[in-house]
């Protein structure tokens, strides 16, 4: 249906045309280009009106942003104290905080892995308020177990200490509601040794109490440093060379602080190797802190974080280009 108004006016232009030119052709073809003329810097105006609004917007949430950060960055971090001894082939890591429901489970299927590698687990509770504790003093005399309690510091400094405490060449990161599958210590570590990779990481599966979904990934070898950038950036199900945190540590006061694992750690890596063996269980838990994470304000640390490591990055040299901006966006900033 025609748009009564612009009929009328339509009408109206036409009328004045035809009454000054007497030309009914000329009347149509002058109202058609003063229509057309409208359109255009009605158009165009919008544009320009559009784009300094969107303007505004940034610059009012980059104010936002930028204070934030600012504001968390008055915690500060300081450098990894990293021992340089090794007494162990391997390190396996696993911070804990209110875990006693699945933290037995965890520490059983590290412990029962038969290997000829000697490796040490490093527990660490963050100031847990349920019994997770008292499981973990069933494990304290255990000689290759080292137990940490601390006051709840956050999953970042648990990381860091963590890695502080450890002694051994490699590192393993498990988290506290997750399991090893049988022989994964002695798959990961002979691949590690005999390739002379950085890292190893290998295929895993999903599963809580009522499914399990197997996760295989493309078994390969990679060097080229843009496609290492690509691999899975959880901390967990990995074999790490503890070197490699010499220059890097979780930013502790935020959220998402696994970002460190592909800036900072697959950065310095110059082999890796993939595995299609499932050599980790990973528990969907709806009360893990990332599942919850995504629908609160914290949400943003996922663009704070990545701010830090990158002047982080800058500072240690190390190279900021436009592979690495694309990874980023595609990435990091996917979800």
């Not at 890097?248 to 935020?254: D, I, L, M, Q, S």
């Not at 629908?295 to 974080?305: G, M, W």
Request: with cysteine; hydrophobic share 35%; glycine share 4%.
């Amino acid at each position: 249906m025609m748009n009564l108004k612009r009929f009328k006016m339509e009408g109206k232009i036409y009328s004045i045309l035809y009454n000054k030119t007497g030309n009914e052709k000329l009347s149509k073809f002058l109202e058609k280009s003063i229509f057309a003329i409208c359109i255009f810097v009605y158009r165009l105006v919008s544009i320009f009106c559009f784009r300094k609004i969107n303007d505004v917007k940034v610059i009012k949430e980059k104010k936002k942003i930028d204070e934030l950060f600012n504001k968390k960055e008055k915690k500060g971090t300081s450098k990894l104290k990293i021992c340089a001894e090794y007494q162990y082939d391997l390190s396996v890591l696993v911070p804990a905080y209110n875990a006693e429901r699945y933290i037995k489970e965890c520490i059983d299927s590290i412990i029962n892995q038969k290997t000829k590698y000697n490796f040490e687990i490093v527990i660490i509770d963050d100031g847990s308020q349920d019994n997770t504790k008292k499981i973990l003093q069933q494990y304290e005399k255990i000689n290759n177990i080292n137990i940490i309690y601390q006051k709840n510091s956050g999953v970042a400094h648990t990381r860091n200490k963590c890695v502080e405490n450890a002694l051994g060449k490699y590192v393993m990161f498990v988290d506290s509601d997750d399991i090893l599958v049988e022989g994964v210590i002695e798959k990961t570590m002979s691949e590690i040794i005999s390739s002379g990779a950085d890292m190893v990481q290998g295929s895993f599966y999903k599963f809580n109490l009522d499914h399990k979904v197997n996760i295989i990934l493309e078994e390969k070898t990679i060097t080229n440093e843009y496609d290492i950038l690509k691999i899975p950036g959880y901390p967990w199900g990995k074999i790490i060379r503890r070197a490699l945190f010499k220059n890097a540590f979780f930013p502790e006061g935020y959220s998402f602080e696994d970002t460190i694992i592909p800036y900072e750690i697959l950065s310095q890596c110059q082999k890796v190797i993939i595995l299609q063996d499932i050599l980790y269980g990973y528990r969907i838990n709806d009360k893990g802190v990332t599942k919850n994470i995504v629908y609160e304000d914290k949400c943003v640390d996922t663009v704070l974080i990545v701010k830090r490591i990158l002047q982080d990055m800058y500072q240690m040299g190390k190279s900021i280009d436009y592979e690495l901006y694309k990874f980023t966006l595609n990435c990091q900033f996917s979800y």
